[in-house]
């Protein structure tokens, strides 16, 4: 049973365009994020819901928006992509409240073109 | 702020050689600490963890040691396998922080590891 998974694998296309990927996990937590790694494998926070509610908005442009329609999910849409915007995305849930161990996905390639 | 600074990398090993991958913390209270490791076109596992002072965390033969007095928390492997080839990634975790940093995690740079034959 695959514990958090993201959908889909890899994403191209070309710049200008928006794209959405979406997150599920099955763990029953409350606490869903999303992280950027780049090319030299730097992996950077971008958001942070619990509950269905934001609480963590690191510096990210407005066109990244994320949106948590209940505990279980967690999407990303991403208006008139740009080249920098390639990277790979990953997915990770936790419960709130215990030491920080976070489960990740397996991460979502996006190319833009 | 919290940081986290690991040992730059690439790490280049032949098998059954000795590991050591340095990381060391700066944090505000008594952070949680994280090995995490990725395996080529895979995500994130967490490979051990320690969450306080001297506690020892250990798994699949790498162990590293919560050291408040010169915050670190050093990976070590007594023999790698070509199987550890990955890039592993230390973390922390401040049970004290509050408002928009409670349960985020701070990670440190990633080194990657190769293990030759």
């Known amino acids: 049973d695959t514990a958090v998974s993201q959908t889909p694998k890899y994403l191209v296309t070309q710049m200008g365009n928006d794209k959405s990927i979406k997150c599920e996990q099955n763990l029953g937590h409350d606490t869903m994020y999303w992280y950027k790694q780049d090319s030299k494998k730097f992996l950077k926070i971008m958001f942070s819901y619990n509950n269905k509610e934001l609480i963590i908005n690191e510096t990210v442009p407005n066109r990244f928006s994320p949106k948590s329609p209940d505990k279980a999910h967690l999407n990303l849409h991403i208006n008139s992509l740009e080249l920098g915007d390639s990277a790979v995305y990953f997915c990770?849930?936790?419960?709130?409240?215990?030491?920080?161990?976070?489960?990740f996905g397996p991460g979502t390639r996006l190319t833009v073109l | 702020g919290n940081s986290v600074t690991q040992m730059e990398g690439p790490v280049t090993l032949s098998e059954e050689a000795f590991l050591t991958i340095n990381c060391t913390y700066t944090a505000t209270g008594y952070p949680s600490l994280f090995w995490y490791v990725q395996y080529p076109g895979e995500g994130l596992q967490l490979l051990l963890k320690?969450?306080?002072?001297?506690d020892k965390g250990s798994n699949k033969g790498f162990e590293a040691t919560y050291r408040k007095e010169t915050t670190s928390f050093h990976l070590e492997k007594g023999s790698v396998q070509v199987s550890d080839s990955a890039v592993y990634f230390c973390a922390l975790s401040d049970p004290n922080a509050g408002g928009t940093s409670y349960g985020k995690l701070t990670f440190g740079q990633g080194t990657i590891l190769t293990v030759h034959p």
């Open positions: 320690a969450t306080k002072a001297d």
């Open positions: 990770a849930s936790s419960q709130f409240g215990r030491d920080g161990e976070q489960f």
